[in-house]
Structures are given as structure tokens and as C-alpha cells.
Nanobody, 115 residues
Framework: QVQLVESGGGLVQAGGSLRLSCAAS????????MRWYRQTPGKQRELVAT???????NYADSVKGRFTISRDNAKNTVYLQMNSLKPEDTAVYYC?????????WGQGTQVTVSS
């Protein structure tokens, strides 16, 4: 059974920083691509960042240059460093990992950026 647990969300002023963490259980972690998504009420979930097992990364245009995704395979943890935060970054942020059938999702962590 795979579980993903996010943490690190909170309230921050515009221009500030937060670091989200996603702790993963199970043996899939080191060989899996991991993703961060975000969602605001009434909108579809948006892919924010992806990291592959070899370290290759990809970002949504809206966060390029501000967010950094990284992973620590020894700790089974993926991170999302968010700098220069904007009010439009306000959302619930979810960690995602591939499954044999459906993907695995964490419970989400709220990020609120005040102007």
C-alpha cells in the first residue's frame, strides 16, 4: 500500500517562500516520477512540476524560475521549494505518484498567499 503525506503549507505574504514536502511510503519511490499538482475551487487540478528518477524536471510556465522540485530518495521524500510567491499561487497542493492502475494522491496541503 502506497501512501503520500504532504506538509509545509501555510499562509505567506506575496514575495515570500514556502517549502512543501511529500513523504512517500512503499518501494516505488526511487524509480518513479513524482509530481506536484495544485487546485483551486471550481477549477481543474493543474500540473505544477514533475521530477523523474534520473533527476530530469519539468515545470508549468506559470511557476518556472520561481519553484524548484527535488527529491531525496534516501528519505522517500519529494519537495517543492516555492519562492517569490504570488496571490495566484493560492491553492491546495497535492503530491502524485504513478500506480499500477490509478495514480496515488496525497491528502493535499493548503497554500495561501496574501497580497
Amino acid at each position: 500500500q502506497v501512501q503520500l503525506v504532504e506538509s509545509g503549507g501555510g499562509l505567506v505574504q506575496a514575495g515570500g517562500s514556502l517549502r512543501l514536502s511529500c513523504a512517500a511510503s512503499g518501494r516505488l519511490f526511487s524509480s518513479s516520477r513524482m509530481r506536484w499538482y495544485r487546485q483551486t475551487p471550481g477549477k481543474q487540478r493543474e500540473l505544477v512540476a514533475t521530477i523523474y528518477s534520473g533527476g530530469w524536471v519539468n515545470y508549468a510556465d506559470s511557476v518556472k524560475g520561481r519553484f524548484t522540485i527535488s527529491r531525496d530518495n534516501a528519505k522517500n521524500t519529494v519537495y517543492l521549494q516555492m519562492n517569490s510567491l504570488k496571490p495566484e499561487d493560492t491553492a491546495v497542493y497535492y503530491c502524485n505518484a504513478p500506480g499500477a492502475g490509478a495514480d496515488y494522491w496525497g491528502q493535499g496541503t493548503q497554500v495561501t498567499v496574501s497580497s
